[in-house]
């Protein structure tokens, strides 16, 4: 992610808000000997992930004072690793007007499975010729706050709060777009 975030324009400015929901290990130290001052590192036991997934947006919305239209929301997950262009690459897109981006994941290693996982995995995840594809991910979802905020923002779901966030901004009439070029890879 600082890598990243080293990328952006000097005129935009990016906060990282980590949500540390429970951890056992060291989540909250190394976050915040990380991030130092250029973000935020936030302690629950929500033990639910679109709560824990609110609780980011809600701080990062606290900390930015400027209108929601100009505020961009990129949601990944701590086992991810996303590109140096990650964040270019949403708000180059954003600049279309575009107020919610699903991008895709990839998945570092299988090892931890039997070999027909990542087979099954390979053959089922559908990217279509155009590059567009009908996955949604919490780890890899970018919204526009004034969207974000008019569909009503992460649900407290155990699961599937990427699916129910991203239908919402459908029924509001938010344009998004669902596309192969905007990877991350994860755990």
């Not at 951890?23 to 679109?50: M, P, Y």
């Not at 938010?174 to 192969?180: A, D, E, I, P």
Request: with cysteine; aromatic share 4%.
């Amino acid at each position: 992610m600082q890598r990243a975030r080293r990328k952006l324009p000097p005129e935009i400015t990016s906060d990282v808000i980590v949500v540390d929901d429970g951890s056992s290990d060291q989540t909250r130290q190394i976050a915040e000997d990380i991030l130092k001052d250029e973000g935020a590192v936030v302690s629950a036991k929500e033990g639910v992930v679109g709560s824990a997934r609110s609780l980011a947006a809600r701080t990062a919305l606290s900390r930015y004072k400027g209108p929601a239209h100009l505020h961009w929301l990129a949601n990944t997950d701590a086992d991810c690793c996303v590109p140096e262009t990650w964040l270019l690459d949403q708000l180059a897109i954003a600049e279309t007007n575009v107020q919610a981006i699903a991008g895709v994941i990839s998945v570092d290693s299988f090892n931890e499975h039997q070999p027909e996982v990542a087979e099954r995995f390979s053959s089922s995840y559908l990217i279509h010729a155009d590059g567009t594809h009908p996955h949604v991910h919490g780890a890899n979802l970018g919204v526009r706050a004034d969207a974000y905020l008019r569909a009503g923002g992460w649900s407290s779901l155990p699961t599937a709060e990427d699916h129910d966030l991203w239908n919402r901004l459908h029924i509001t009439g938010s344009l998004r777009v669902s596309l192969g070029s905007v990877k991350v890879v994860t755990s």
